[in-house]
């Protein structure tokens, strides 16, 4: 099994910069997609960055604010926070999708993980 370990999070003004990192520790296959997602108090959880497929995604209240990176090698991602606002408040969590070939045929099954979450606040 696979465990995610953030850490970043905190208090930060508005118009500020935090980093957060996520580390994976045990194997299920290979990487196939990483991410982050968030959560604000009394709402879903969201998108807010995800590499798949070679192709990453933000979401739109986060674009050109927000840059994810990762090391496949190293089974770790980053979230860039740049330019933080009110409303980015939230509890991010990070995502990790692994593939693990299960036959000779090649057959796979697709499993998530998650990160316990870490607290970003925004507030002056």
């Known amino acids: 099994q696979v465990q995610l370990v953030e850490s970043g999070g905190g208090l930060v003004q508005p118009g500020g910069s935090l980093r957060l990192s996520c580390a994976a520790s045990?194997?299920?296959?290979?990487?196939?997609?990483m991410g982050w997602y968030r959560q604000a108090p009394g709402q879903e959880r969201e998108l807010v960055a995800l590499i798949k497929g070679g192709t990453t995604t933000y979401a739109e209240s986060v674009n050109y604010r927000f840059d994810i990176s990762r090391d496949i090698t190293k089974k770790t991602v980053a979230l860039q926070m740049n330019s933080l606002k009110y409303e980015d408040t939230a509890v991010y969590y990070c995502?990790?999708?692994?593939?693990?070939?299960?036959?000779?045929?090649?057959?796979?099954?697709?499993?998530?993980?998650w990160g316990q979450g870490t607290l970003v606040t925004v507030s002056s």
């Open positions: 995502y990790m999708e692994f593939l693990r070939v299960v036959n000779v045929e090649g057959a796979t099954v697709k499993k998530s993980f």
């Open positions: 045990g194997n299920f296959g290979s990487v196939n997609a």
